[in-house]
């Protein structure tokens, strides 16, 4: 059989036929890596992007020469890890700033929860106290940190304050969210049965409140990390916030790079640990067992 023997139909639709096919082998093959990328962990793909990144820089930097008071090289910034840590420099500093993050947001953990208990609880709070707090919620905190030096000084008790007062928004916000999103017909048949007003917050309410605290406290914690160094950028003694300033002054752009990558490690560590809480205490929400489900 010739090539004019074969029917115009067949002829017009056999090159249709063999790019469809070569599409799908083309994708058969190509599936199955896509697949297996996109099933490795998470950290792993994460860390592998640093490192490329970091090379990158270190490349660029080496073949411009820019110098190292502009843009130092990684590998210095390591190099000024290492001096940091071996002199006791960092660790000490570190250790203030730590400090004052712990401090500044357990303070506002306890505060704003009970004042989340309380304007969800009572008509005559959230109608007096809600203006108050979104008027004090349009302020800039950063503003204030000047006031709080005034009137505490130098020392913790300022940064302490200011940390507070910026991670306390987060919680109070979300917990209150979260205490207003009980289901009122499940408080009614709780009254029904005889609870009272603290088995309900502690059986009903704040069970389902959990979820959004606990995205209300991740939230604040990584604030927390930001209230301490710019606290100590307005006035401080020690932290890692007069380190950079100390730095920037003797035009040591490495040890700065070397805080950021500090102040970087703290809030991932902070982030994580209270996701790891939050996935302990929450374990029966919807986000969490498809989490615990999933392939």
């Known amino acids: 059989m010739s090539v004019h023997d074969i029917p115009a139909t067949d002829q017009e639709s056999r090159p249709g036929e063999a790019v469809r096919r070569h599409t799908v082998r083309r994708e058969a093959a190509s599936g199955p890596a896509r697949r297996r990328l996109s099933d490795l962990p998470g950290w792993l793909l994460a860390g592998t992007a640093v ?16 110098s190292e008071f502009l843009f130092p090289a990684p590998t210095r910034v390591v190099q000024a890890l290492v001096e940091g840590f071996g002199n006791g420099t960092f660790g ?15 303070i506002a953990v306890v505060v704003g929860l009970l004042v989340a208990v309380w304007v969800s609880s009572s008509r005559l709070a959230e109608k007096t106290l809600l203006p108050i707090i979104v008027v004090l919620q349009t302020v800039p905190k950063v503003a204030l940190a000047p006031l709080f030096l005034v009137w505490f000084g130098f020392g913790m008790e300022s940064k302490v304050l200011a940390t507070a007062l910026i991670a306390f928004f ?35 309410r704040l069970p389902s409140a959990l979820p959004s605290i606990m995205a209300g406290l991740d939230m604040a914690v990584v604030l927390s990390v ?19 300033l100390a730095s ?21 560590i902070l982030h994580y640990i209270v996701v790891f809480l939050g996935r302990r205490l929450t374990f029966w929400s919807e986000e969490n067992r498809g989490r615990n489900v999933a392939p």
Do not use: C
């Open 170 to 204: 987060p919680v109070l916000v979300n917990a209150t969210l979260g205490f207003n999103s009980t289901s009122v017909e499940q408080i009614n048949m709780m009254k029904s049965f005889g609870a009272t007003r603290l088995q309900i917050l502690a059986r009903l």
């Open 51 to 66: 490192l490329l990144l970091l090379a990158v820089w270190e490349a660029i930097v080496r073949a411009f020469s820019v």
């Open 248 to 268: 920037n002054t003797s035009l040591d752009v490495a040890t700065m790079f070397g805080v950021l990558v500090v102040l970087s490690v703290i809030g991932l």
């Open 92 to 106: 000490k500093h570190s250790l203030v700033t730590l400090q004052e993050i712990i401090y500044g947001f357990a």
């Open 226 to 244: 930001i209230g301490a160094v710019v606290a100590e950028f307005v006035g401080s003694q020690a932290g890692l916030g007069y380190l950079i």
